[in-house]
Each structure stands twice: as C-alpha cells, then as structure tokens.
C-alpha cells in the first residue's frame, strides 16, 4: 500500500514519514494499526548494496523537512534516530547486514504522557 510520491522518496502509510525511493517495502515483516485517535505501525525496508550512512543522512534531512524534530541518535553499524512531534514519535533503525543487505525499521506511535 503506497502513498503519495515526492521524487527522492515516497509517502506509505504515514504522510510525514519519506521513504527513500532505493528501498524496498517488506510488507510481511510490517504492520499498521490505525484507530480513529491515532496511527502506530512498524514498517520495514531493505536493498542490497545501499550505503547505511547515506540511508541516515537521508533521513535526518527528510524528518526535519516533514517537521520532525531529533531526539537524540546513535551512529554506527547499527544506527538509531529518534523523532519527535508534539504528539507522536518515530524511532528510525538503520542496519548494515554482513550479507551487504541495508535494512531500516521505522516506528511510529502515540507519544504517551505519563502522570507522577
């Protein structure tokens, strides 16, 4: 199920969440929850012989553009970027297989408020 398209990527089931166009959508290993309140999934991507710095920098620049705003981020093999909005978060997971498979998993959900 793919969303709207913005030339260096392409909009699935969240519209301020860009995809690099080079990736491939895995649809068995993803799923979407949707209630009328909110939206919460996990979407996973791999290509074979995709640099994971540059799937980083990607989206680092991208989130910032749809108004996400960077929580904090680990670099590395497997690198993590956290987003988020007022009222949800997105977690970006970015892994170099040894196979020289690139895999992204994105999470979206609900940003909790928890009450002490």
């Known amino acids: ?53 540059s799937v980083v920098d990607f989206f680092l620049s991208y989130m910032e553009r749809d108004d996400w705003k960077l929580v904090h981020s680990y670099r590395g093999k497997e690198s993590t970027l956290n987003f988020s909005k007022p ?3 997105c977690t970006i997971k970015v892994t170099g297989k040894w196979n020289g498979t690139t895999v992204v998993e994105i999470r979206v959900g609900p940003l909790g408020t928890k009450k002490m």
Do not use: C, N, R
């Open 1 to 53: 199920m793919e969303g709207k398209d913005a030339g260096v990527g392409k909009y699935y089931f969240f519209d301020d969440v860009l995809i690099l166009k080079d990736l491939s959508f895995e649809q068995d290993d993803s799923f979407v929850y949707e209630t009328p309140q909110f939206k919460t999934g996990s979407m996973i991507f791999k290509k074979w012989w995709l640099d994971p710095g």
């Open 87 to 89: 009222d949800k978060t």
